[in-house]
């Protein structure tokens, strides 16, 4: 196994050109590695050249400007899979990146989308399909969101405006999408573990294609990633592993006095976050739950997203005469048990909502409901939360309604827990 660091935005420079001759096994391990230099991004690309035959040197993206209508991307109409890149020289592959670029920056401003994960991979990507022969040679990406110009590069540029709609293509990698997809990552961590046994099954099948993990700073945080590069290291199975350097790890690692460099020991930067006096003052009346709406019979307690939902059915049920209380949980934990107490003793009906799987919120209400009484009387309580299956990606709209989570779901409930007619509502 090998593991190099890569720093985004890059440049591409070789000596010579990006050629198969870096991907060939060096003297220190029997794995093939991808190099990288991380120069100061106010410099110019480095064009020192150590004894490796690639290297991939950190600067600024000179380019990336935003376009209403799309822009010109003469090299890039020219490919559609990844073999048409090979020929390419490096100032060509450059001028690709910069047209991908400002490709992916054009689809996201129209389809909506990770934007950051994907431009911070621009150049690593085409490093990779100029490098590696996909579908033989085997690319995942954690976290799956940074994919967006991978699936430009291999096929699916111009279903690129579908992208997270029903139907559309998958704002992730999918491997119902495209057999240049290996592996279908949402979030996150898992990629070096599922790279590991492909490369382990490659090596029973005495197969030998590369396999790389593509892993981002924030992903490598994970437990997961460690245990899987503990594995990795004890099996010394010939993969790669990428380390997608970008400075900026998902966990909060700043203080209210500004940011503070991701670097070195998160757990004591997280101290002195939650410790921090004045923030402590704001998460303590943050924690408040809040009625949205005052009515009677039916209390709608909504927790995150889930809140606008159900004060969409108490619209509807306003429109037909009832009309019920709205409740904002805003933290699952802790819960505020003063107002659940006092939502289930006014009201005959107490309907939890989220936009969670089982064992979430709901859980916890219920398990307080039942300790303090509350469910030893008339009330009627039932949980709201997503199917205990999957459900494919789509817009967010059809997710939800497949779900059963939309608002006329809600406002069925209510009316039937109240003995009304669902038909009341059509």
């Known amino acids: 196994m090998a593991l190099s660091a890569f720093a985004f935005p890059s440049y ?9 001759s870096c991907c060939k096994s060096n003297s220190l391990s029997s794995s093939r590695s991808l190099s990288a230099d991380l120069p100061s991004p106010c410099l110019r690309p480095n064009t020192s050249h150590s004894n490796r035959k690639a290297k991939v040197n950190a600067s600024l993206a000179e380019k990336g400007e935003y376009y209403s209508n799309r822009p ?25 990146s910069d047209e991908l670029r400002s490709d992916v920056i054009f689809n996201v401003s129209k389809t909506g989308g990770h934007l950051g994960s994907s431009l911070g991979v621009v150049e ?13 040679d085997k690319i ?9 110009p991978h699936k430009i590069l291999t096929g699916r540029r111009g279903k690129m405006p579908t992208m997270r709609q029903t139907n559309g293509l998958s704002g992730f990698t999918k491997r119902g999408e495209s057999e240049h997809d290996c592996f279908g990552t949402g979030h996150s961590s898992t990629t070096i573990s599922a790279g590991l046994g492909m490369a382990v099954g490659r090596d029973l099948k005495g197969k030998n294609n590369n396999v790389v993990a593509v892993i981002g700073d924030g992903a490598m945080t994970a437990g997961q990633a460690y245990e899987a590069m503990n594995n990795a290291g004890y099996l010394d199975s010939d993969m790669i592993v990428i380390l997608n350097d970008n400075k900026q790890v998902s966990l909060p690692t700043a203080t209210l006095d500004g940011p503070s460099p991701p670097v070195g020991a998160l ?12 923030l402590r003052e704001l998460r303590e009346v943050a924690k408040a739950s809040r009625i949205l709406k005052e009515g009677e019979r039916v209390a709608l307690l909504g927790y995150g997203s ?12 306003q429109e037909r005469g009832l009309n019920v209380t709205v409740a904002d949980a805003r933290f699952c934990k802790p819960l505020d ?4 107490r006092s939502l289930a003793k006014s009201h005959e009906v107490l309907i939890t909502v989220e936009e969670g799987s089982i064992g979430g919120f709901g859980s916890h209400v219920v398990q307080f409901l039942a300790l303090d009484g509350l469910l030893d009387g008339k009330l009627k309580w039932r949980p709201m939360v997503l199917p205990d299956r999957y459900i494919d990606h789509g817009s967010p709209a059809d997710q939800m309604a497949e ?9 069925a409930t209510a009316l039937n827990l109240i003995g009304a007619p669902r038909e009341a509502l059509y």
């Open 12 to 20: 591409i420079t070789t000596k010579g050109g990006l050629t198969d």
């Open 72 to 96: 010109p991307t003469p090299l890039l109409d020219t490919i559609n899979y990844p073999i048409h890149m090979k020929n390419l020289s490096t100032k060509e592959l450059k001028q690709l």
């Open 124 to 136: 690593l990507t085409v490093a990779l399909h100029y490098i590696f022969n996909t579908p033989q």
């Open 140 to 148: 995942l990406w954690d976290v799956g969101h940074q994919s967006y």
């Open 267 to 278: 757990s004591s930067a997280l101290s002195r976050l939650q410790s921090n006096p004045a």
């Open 306 to 317: 889930a809140v606008q939902s159900c004060l969409g059915a108490a619209v509807m049920l």
């Open 337 to 340: 048990r003063a107002l659940i």
């Open 403 to 411: 779900a059963g989570l939309m608002p006329s779901h809600i406002a």
